[in-house]
């Protein structure tokens, strides 16, 4: 048996140090760069394109809008989530492909311009707006929106609200369809089953102004739970529960026929692939699974493509990364890690949002974070020139989209279209 010694025991321990730490080294993640990148390089370069750059490859979007619309079971309708997607011609291609009529909006400047660009659609508020932004939506609409507003359901939270609307219906002179938000296990407002939403549904059925037109229950929490002991499931299940508890109400209280044929929303991205029949909801909505920002990299969304990038020129390309005042640290930190080796610094940046090729690239906490010109470190295998592109991957799409004037529409090595973006306003 070794004899064990003080300094036995702190050569061991200096070992185990030094192992461990050098399996915490980084390894190097730099490498040749992906020819799908490559492609839609090419096609920014050849329409002349040399500002960040919002890329939809619209094969890939195609696909998922297939892949979406191939899960719904029968009679299950698709509510194209406008904020997710907030363009008019990235929404009316979506429209057009899956075949659906239903958009859910989220604010005002998008409520009136679907109203007057799309009147036909059916609108569903995603989210109770005062009822003033109710009021300003009635005193813009220009006379010529072929009654785009008869089709607006607005979302209701509370009592006190749904009596803001019941007083803004009168004042109008016409009545308007209200949708009643349920909490179905998100905690984010709503109806839960029993006294307020009887009293909501009273509130209705008495108001010779209003018209209940349905319930929208939204769970996104669900997937983000862990699966150990059924939580997921039993998290599922209880959403579910309130539904059902809630459409049992209305039946009672307004009776079948009133709603036999109400909207029964439900979903968003991340849940839409946990309905397979129609018995709680009768729509699922959804949206940024569609272009697939990396928020929505899930196991259920597996079946969707990546569909959005933003492109970005490089200004300056430096073939070894130095950091100001602290030069001397420069060799050291190289050679712990050889991500760290060069420096490409990018037209903009600080964006929401991920660098996806060249492979390897990442921020510089040190330097710090720049929306004028961007540093990305790479390790020694990255090859990238001046006004050469570097793509990055949106973390989420409703705000990161407006972020660049016109989406560049890619398909097929090209540049094909252009679809402008909805005003940045809310
Ligand atoms: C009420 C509601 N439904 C559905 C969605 C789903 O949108 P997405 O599919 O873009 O995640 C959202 C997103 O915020 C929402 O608030």
């Known amino acids: 048996m070794p004899k064990l010694t003080r300094r036995n025991l702190l050569l061991g321990g200096s070992a185990i140090i030094g192992v461990a730490a050098l399996m915490s080294k980084p390894s190097d ?13 090419t096609a920014l370069l050849a329409a002349g394109i040399a500002t960040p750059t919002l890329v939809i490859d619209r094969a890939r979007l195609n696909a998922n809008i297939d892949t979406l619309v191939g899960h719904l079971p029968e009679g299950m309708g698709y509510r194209i989530v406008a904020k997710s997607l907030p363009s008019l011609s990235l929404i009316d291609h979506i429209r057009k492909r899956a075949k659906t009529d239903r958009l859910m909006t989220f604010n005002l400047p998008m409520l009136s311009e679907l109203s007057q660009m799309m009147p036909e ?11 003033r932004a ?50 179905v296990g998100l905690h984010r407002g709503g109806f839960e089953p029993g006294a307020e939403l009887q009293a909501a549904l009273e509130a209705i059925k ?29 998290a599922l299940k209880g959403a579910w529960k309130i539904y059902q508890a809630a459409l049992e109400q209305a039946t009672n209280t307004l009776g079948a026929d009133a709603i036999a044929n109400i909207t029964r929303n439900a979903a968003g991205s991340p849940t839409y692939r946990y309905y397979e029949d129609t018995k709680i909801a009768n729509e699922i909505s ?11 990299d899930s196991d259920l969304l597996e079946p969707h493509l990546p569909a959005s990038f933003i492109a970005t020129p490089v200004i300056k390309s430096l073939p070894t990364t130095r950091m100001p005042g602290l030069e001397f640290a420069d ?19 600080h964006w929401l949002a991920d660098p996806v090729d060249p492979p390897g690239l990442s921020y510089n906490p040190t330097f710090g974070r720049s929306s004028n010109q961007e540093m990305l470190n790479g390790g020694p295998d990255l ?3 001046a006004d050469e592109f570097v793509f990055l991957r949106p973390h989420q799409s409703e705000a990161v989209f407006l972020q660049f004037g016109d989406i560049a529409v890619y398909e097929n090595g090209e540049i094909v279209d252009f679809w402008p973006v909805f005003d940045a306003s809310a």
Request: net charge negative.
């Open 29 to 41: 993640k730099s490498g040749p760069r992906d020819a799908y990148f490559l492609e839609v390089q």
């Open 121 to 131: 659609a059916n609108q569903l508020l995603g989210k109770p707006l005062p009822v």
């Open 134 to 183: 109710a009021k300003t939506y009635f005193e813009t609409l220009p006379a010529d929106a072929d009654g785009a507003e008869q089709r607006v359901q607005w979302l209701i939270d509370t009592t006190d609200r749904l009596a803001q609307y019941d007083d803004l219906a009168k004042t109008l002179g016409r009545s308007l369809r209200l949708n009643l938000e349920l909490d």
């Open 206 to 234: 008495a108001s010779p102004n209003l018209e209940f037109s349905g319930y929208m229950g939204y769970e996104p929490h669900i997937p983000a739970l862990p699966t150990t002991l059924g939580w997921r499931d039993k």
């Open 286 to 296: 959804a949206g940024s699974c569609l272009v697939k920002p990396t928020h929505f």
């Open 331 to 349: 060799g050291a930190k190289r050679a712990w890690d050889p991500n760290y080796n060069k420096t490409v610094f990018i037209y903009g940046g």
């Open 383 to 385: 090859a990238l020139d």
